[in-house]
């Protein structure tokens, strides 16, 4: 006899429609333990931009299908940035950002369109965050890092629920991968 969720499913069919959670567990488990340096909490403060302005784009862009390959894209930007120490990846984050309000305000879309411009206030929002939290006494820095992952994973479970902005599955992802992290930072694992 098959095993059942509370809804009545098999476990296995609730996996396959909770694949992102599934696939955030996994990641953070592959990750654990990377908050516990100074070290840590800069490079989860260097990474934290790229979830706003994921949305930021993708806003701008209005193809919630390229979510995940937008992420991909960040994910090796933030790594290829650290690698070769040219721009700290939250500068070089600031400047697409920047680039994006201004195509933004030049093709009208800033004036118009309500669900940008929250983007681009969350942008502001999580990268004074992590800015801040490289700029302040490390102590402090963490639990301003641990704030945006947070506040972030909270930002993703409501566009979750709208269904607006981003991929679903990837609003899933990202909200138990960022949550998980915050709780990482905080009770520095």
Sequence with gaps: MASHTPEGMSWITWLKRRWPTALALAVTALAFGGSESAEGVAALAHALPVLPLLYLAMAKLRRREATWPGLAIGIVAVVGLRMLDLIP???????????????????????????????????????????????????????????????????DFVHLKQDKVVARSFAEWCGVVDIVIAAELVFML
Excluded: T
């Design 89 to 155: 990846p939250a500068a070089f984050f600031a400047a697409i950002a920047l680039a994006l309000l201004v195509w933004a305000g030049m093709d009208g879309q800033l004036r118009r369109d309500g669900s940008f411009r929250v983007q681009a206030l969350g942008m502001l929002f999580f990268g004074a965050l992590a800015l801040a939290g490289l700029i302040v006494d490390p102590e402090l820095g963490r639990y301003l890092v641990a704030a945006g992952w947070f506040l972030h994973g909270v930002w």
